[in-house]
């Protein structure tokens, strides 16, 4: 069985910078996309940003110019550089990726906690 594991969510004040990293639990996997998502209370989860094998990335337009999506294929590993946070970036932020164990399926991260304050 293969997880997610994600850390880096955090405090932080309006304008500061996070790094999120989210981690599979075994090496040597065969993963296609690799996604970010968020949801804030209240709020259904969005998409915040896809990367795919070739490193092709897309963002949602309210963090575009300020998050930056990467992976690191050896450690099968995605990022999340998050910077200018604002209070509205404050959500549950999971992970996600398209891995090949006997099928495609997808797999998520439990999530991790960001906050901004004003």
């Known amino acids: 069985q293969v997880q997610l594991v994600e850390s880096g969510g955090g405090l932080v004040q309006a304008g500061g910078s996070l790094r999120l990293s989210c981690a599979a639990s075994?090496?040597?996997?065969?993963?296609?996309?690799m996604r970010w998502h968020r949801q804030a209370p209240g709020k259904q989860r969005e998409l915040v940003a896809t990367i795919t094998s070739g490193g092709v990335t897309n963002y949602a337009d309210s963090v575009k110019g300020r998050f930056t999506i990467s992976r690191d294929n050896a450690r099968n590993t995605v990022y999340l550089q998050m910077n200018s946070l604002k209070p509205e970036d404050t959500a549950v932020y999971y992970c996600?990726?398209?891995?090949?164990?006997?099928?495609?399926?997808?797999?998520w991260g439990q999530g991790t906690q960001v906050t901004v304050s004003s």
């Open positions: 996600n990726a398209e891995i090949l164990t006997y099928k495609w399926e997808d797999y």
């Open positions: 075994r090496s040597s996997l065969s993963i296609n996309a």
